[in-house]
């Protein structure tokens, strides 16, 4: 008989992590990744706004191919280096990301080269008897069902992608921007969803999607993730809001910093901008005004603050989860 076991999403992970499944067959197929649109591309098309708020100009970068640091022998997804290229080239006007480098004639402001790698890549088929489990999972207020587990037939896909950036005008990595982040996706014979989870440098989600997604679109979240970190690791924005991870003392030591020396035009803004991802009502304004009032107070009330329009460094940490 099998068995339905409700659970968090953390333990969803935790129990593919202790399952044993016998006849393990391995199984390695290198396919074309379909860009699905998913609700975590929202994120990726927050960045270009995160950018001109929180770095004020616009930012080069080139991407190199994505190497293959694995022993997979060519077996990996075929087009890995077209996606991440994409995935920063669709971001918007205040991420430039330049087709070649020319040293000699350099663009003005930031240029960087992005240098990936695929650090992992493991696709393993079993086949055995084993356990179900379901749970809920919520990314940037999506919510959904999380069942996955290893039984007969079921697939399991692990792949690691990590970014170096490197400053062309002095030639060295950036110091404390480099990612790594690891994907899971947990494939049942049958049924209509797979479950994934994300774990790593900047991400901490769990959640599923349709086998007619697929795992494809999976290893595209995967990506377009670890472009909105890496990108605020370099240009100094919170990018944990739109990740869903461990938020960066770094970078929040720096954002509160400026926050300090910023005119109240400019903390208006910022506020504005980061009470809008909550609530889409709220207009981005560098200029105080009745709606954005009655957002502050709301947003203070609810999260333990005296409730009151006053901006202020209180306020401004809590909308950057500090």
Known sequence: MKKMIKLSTVAVVLLFGACKAPEINLSQDGGQITAVKTNYS???????????????QAVNVYVNKITDETASGGKLPQNI???????????????????????????????????????????????????????????????????????????????????????????????????KNKITINQKSSGNELAFSILGSGIGINNALTKAQGI????????????????????????????????????????????????????????SYLLSLQNPNVKITGMMNNDLKQAIIQYKSKNG????????????????GA
């Open 81 to 179: 280096s077209t996606i991440v290229q994409s995935s920063f080239n669709s971001i918007g006007g205040n991420i430039v990301t330049m087709s070649a480098i020319n040293t000699k004639s350099l663009p003005k402001g930031s240029v960087f080269i992005i240098k990936g790698a695929i650090t992992e890549f493991d696709l393993i088929e079993a086949s055995g008897s084993g356990v179900d489990a379901a749970g809920q999972g919520t990314y940037n207020g999506q919510q959904g069902t999380v069942d996955g587990g290893l039984k007969r037939e079921s697939k399991i896909t692990k792949l690691a992608i990590t970014f170096n950036p490197v400053n062309i005008r002095s030639g060295n990595f950036v110091p404390r921007t480099s990612t």
């Open 42 to 56: 929202d994120a990726l098309k927050n960045v270009n706004t995160m950018v001109a708020i929180f770095n004020g």
């Open 305 to 320: 603050m005296s409730a009151n329009d006053i901006i202020d460094s209180q306020l401004y940490m809590s909308l950057i």
């Open 216 to 271: 494809h679109s999976s290893i595209t979240i995967l990506i377009e993730l670890s472009v909105v970190e890496v990108l605020g690791r370099l240009t100094k924005y919170p990018y944990w809001i739109l990740t869903g991870g461990t938020v960066n003392q770094d970078i929040v030591s720096h954002l509160k910093t400026r926050f300090l020396r910023d005119s109240l035009s400019k903390k208006i803004q910022k506020v």
